[in-house]
């Protein structure tokens, strides 16, 4: 059984004018028009991959955080990144 979910979607007025005459031309609904285009998006993605993004290791050597910042709140060492560059 194929189910149907129900949705509101906003497109610019004149993409839904063209649309609109498309699907007239073609003897199609714009429903019918909107799910191929779906479709069309959704297949190329995973043909692609579709790769979810990975940050790259950017880790440095050493050995922290300074004592003075050392377990200080991410707001206190913004601050101090800060300190003596005027503002």
Do not use: C
């Not at 297949?43 to 940050?55: D, I, Q, V, Y």
């Not at 880790?59 to 101090?80: V, Y």
């Amino acid at each position: 059984m194929v189910s149907h979910m129900k949705t509101t979607i906003q497109i610019s007025d004149s993409l839904f004018k063209e649309a609109r005459k498309v699907a007239h031309e073609e003897g199609t609904t714009l429903r019918a028009l909107v799910e191929e285009g779906l479709r069309k998006a959704v297949s190329e993605r995973h043909r692609r991959g579709n790769k979810a993004f990975r940050l790259r290791k950017a880790a440095f050597k050493g050995k922290g955080l300074r004592p003075p910042l050392s377990g200080a709140a991410w707001d206190r060492i913004l601050d101090a990144s800060y300190e003596g560059r005027g503002g």
